[in-house]
T-cell receptor, first 113, second 112 residues
Framework: NAGVMQNPRHLVRRRGQEARLRCSPM?????VYWYRQLPEEGLKFMVYLQKENIIDESGMPKERFSAEFPKEGPSILRIQQVVRGDSAAYFC???????????FGPGTRLTVT | GESVGLHLPTLSVQEGDNSIINCAYSNSASDYFIWYKQESGKGPQFIID?????DKRQGQRVTVLLNKTVKHLSLQIAATQPGDSAVYFC???????????FGTGTRLQVFP
């Protein structure tokens, strides 16, 4: 059973461009969480999704950020018009159901130049 | 506001010694606590968890202690090995959610 997959592992974008981060959960997992991590800090919750539903987006900035988890395919975290402050590592985690262990992917390191 | 904090940003131990990493949490509604290990360039790796109806849980070489009275969590690693060198995070989950609130992390350095 493959683990949580994230791609790309490293992404460089110029200010104003769009960033698309992909997360493929573990097989059988229908819950996905996205977290952001700044250097030397802990992970910060962004959004919680189930298939075709956004359950909790209280950690997402109101503008420029969006997330989806379609019926088929990976979950996507989209950042429009990136700014330098968006530079961080973005992790997704998947779990099979409520109150289960979260399995983390290797992360995508976004650098905005 | 919600916060999970750690007392020591860096802990240096000699190989073979026991390590204790501490964590304070502030959300009384949290009923699930997890310790994660994160190596450089990787995602967090689950180590051990504990629910609020317990005060101690043991795994292989690791023990988690929970003191709800003072909102304190600790991770004990027995016979610390070089492979244990990493950043360790505690995380809490409020009742009826899976959202994790992470602390800032403690870097564990193991010397031969």
């Amino acid at each position: 059973n493959a683990g949580v997959m994230q791609n790309p592992r490293h992404l460089v974008r110029r200010r104003g461009q769009e960033a698309r981060l992909r997360c493929s959960p573990m097989k059988g997992h229908s819950h996905v969480y996205w977290y952001r991590q700044l250097p030397e800090e802990g992970l910060k919750f962004m959004v919680y999704l189930q298939k075709e539903n956004i359950i909790d987006e209280s950690g997402m900035p109101k503008e420029r950020f969006s997330a989806e988890f379609p019926k088929e395919g990976p979950s996507i975290l989209r950042i429009q018009q990136v700014v330098r402050g968006d530079s961080a590592a973005y992790f997704c985690a998947s779990l099979p159901g409520l109150r289960d262990e979260q399995y983390f992917g290797p992360g995508t390191r976004l650098t905005v130049t | 506001g919600e916060s999970v904090g750690l007392h020591l940003p860096t802990l240096s131990v000699q190989e073979g010694d026991n390590s204790i990493i501490n964590c304070a949490y502030s959300n009384s509604a949290s009923d699930y606590f997890i310790w994660y290990k994160q190596e450089s360039g990787k995602g967090p790796q689950f180590i051990i968890d504990i629910r609020s109806n317990m005060d101690k849980r043991q795994g292989q070489r690791v023990t988690v202690l929970l003191n709800k009275t003072v909102k304190h969590l600790s991770l004990q690693i027995a016979a610390t090995q070089p492979g244990d060198s990493a950043v360790y995070f505690c995380a809490e989950s409020p009742y009826n959610t899976d959202k994790l609130i992470f602390g800032t992390g403690t870097r564990l350095q193991v010397f031969p």
